[in-house]
C-alpha cells in the first residue's frame, strides 16, 4: 500500500435533518461501520461518472447489466450483434434466463467513456431492451495481453 492510500483527509458537512438520518438510516442497513465509508463510495461513484461525462478519452472499465424480452432469440440475436462490433470493449457477458420470457445479462467492459457510452446507446436501441445501466470505475483491469510478444504481462516472464 502506498502512503497516500493510508493518508485520510478530514471533510466537515452540513446536512438537511432528513437527508442526515436518511443517510444513517442506509449506513445501518448496509451494515457499515461509519458514515465515512458510505460517503467514499458515492464519491468515487459521482468521480467515476463525471470522468465519463467530462473526458470522453478517458479509459474506463465497469458493467453494463440489462434486462430484456427473448421474443425468441431475435433480441439476443441483435445484442450479439451489437457486441460483436465492440469486441475491444466487451470483456465477457453473463446470460441468464428469468421469467416471464425476460433475460438479465451482464457485460464487464473496458475502453474510453465514448466508447462505452456508444456501446451502450446501441444497446438500448435493441427493440426489447427494458433496462440497461452502466457502472464505471477508473480503476482498470490490467492489460490482458502484453504488447511485447512472448512475455508474460505480469513478470515479464516468457510466457
Avoid: W
Amino acid at each position: 500500500m502506498s502512503s497516500e492510500s493510508t493518508s485520510l483527509a478530514r471533510l466537515s458537512m452540513s446536512l438537511p435533518a432528513g437527508l442526515f438520518r436518511q443517510l444513517d438510516m442506509m449506513v445501518a442497513e448496509r451494515g457499515l461501520p461509519s458514515r465515512s465509508q458510505l460517503i467514499a463510495e458515492l464519491i468515487r461513484h459521482a468521480l467515476a461518472e463525471h470522468e465519463s461525462l467530462m473526458r470522453p478519452d478517458e479509459m474506463l472499465a465497469g458493467t453494463i447489466t440489462l434486462v430484456y424480452r427473448g421474443e425468441r432469440g431475435r433480441v439476443r440475436h441483435q445484442l450479439s450483434q451489437t457486441q460483436a462490433s465492440y469486441l475491444k470493449e466487451v470483456i465477457s457477458s453473463q446470460h441468464v434466463v428469468l421469467e416471464d420470457d425476460q433475460s438479465l445479462e451482464v457485460l464487464l467492459v473496458q475502453g474510453p467513456a465514448i466508447r462505452l457510452k456508444e456501446l451502450c446507446d446501441a444497446i438500448r436501441r435493441v427493440r426489447g431492451v427494458q433496462q440497461l445501466e452502466l457502472v464505471t470505475t477508473t480503476s482498470l483491469l490490467p492489460p490482458l495481453h502484453d504488447q511485447q510478444a512472448g512475455h508474460h504481462p505480469l513478470n515479464g516472464a516468457p510466457s
